[in-house]
């Protein structure tokens, strides 16, 4: 079973950089692959990047690829989704997820799920 743990959301001004921190319990943490993903007023959640265990792979969504990047510590149980060049549609609550299943950009494959922590990019 692994507790995941979001942080770092907040306001900041569009064209701006924000980091999310979101930490794991679990031993066996190492072996998840990990996903982000976003849900504004009104919207479906949607699939924002997701690395896989190892850390060898990676999958962005188009909207924040080359503006967004994920790493992760397995040491510390961390991983983290630094936030570049914000834009206004950005603006949502932000979730990690975990999961050992193979299709991790897909919001069903996940098992384990954080509480979200908010992003708010002004104009």
């Known amino acids: 079973q692994v507790q995941l743990v979001e942080s770092g959301g907040g306001l900041v001004q569009a064209g701006g950089s924000l980091r999310l921190s979101c930490a794991a319990s679990?031993?066996?943490?190492?072996?998840?692959?990990v996903g982000w993903f976003r849900q504004a007023p009104g919207k479906e959640r949607e699939f924002v990047v997701a690395i896989r265990w190892s850390g060898s792979t990676t999958n962005y969504a188009d909207s924040v690829k080359g503006r967004f990047t994920i790493s992760r510590d397995n040491a510390k149980n961390m991983v983290y989704l630094q936030m570049s060049s914000l834009k206004p549609e950005d603006t949502a609550i932000y979730y990690c997820?975990?999961?050992?299943?193979?299709?991790?950009?897909?919001?069903?494959?996940?098992?384990?799920w954080g509480q979200g922590t908010q992003v708010t990019v002004s104009s």
């Open positions: 997820a975990a999961t050992q299943r193979i299709m991790i950009t897909m919001t069903t494959q996940y098992d384990y």
């Open positions: 679990g031993r066996t943490f190492s072996r998840y692959s």
